[in-house]
């Protein structure tokens, strides 16, 4: 197991956030891209369970909420 550091290099590049007031930095395009959903209004997750419809952000939160409040274990 081999423990990464970021480390801030000229040589490096980094993504920052361009929302206003936000500023977080990031060491690669996807992870800014994942970040920058924390930003939107819309939920694109939404779970189908009857009488729930919860919405999420984030696919990961929407398997979470099915595992925790549901019990589904398989998707």
Not at 24 to 53: A, F, I, M, W
């Amino acid at each position: 197991y081999i423990k990464s550091t970021f480390t801030h290099s000229p040589d490096k590049k980094h993504f920052t956030c361009s929302v206003t007031g936000c500023g977080r930095v990031y060491s690669s395009s996807s992870n800014l891209k994942r970040h920058l959903k924390t930003h939107l209004d819309s939920c694109p997750y939404k779970c189908n369970q009857e009488g729930c419809g919860q919405e999420f952000k984030k696919r990961q939160r929407l398997l979470t909420h099915l595992s925790l409040t549901h019990k589904l274990k398989q998707f």
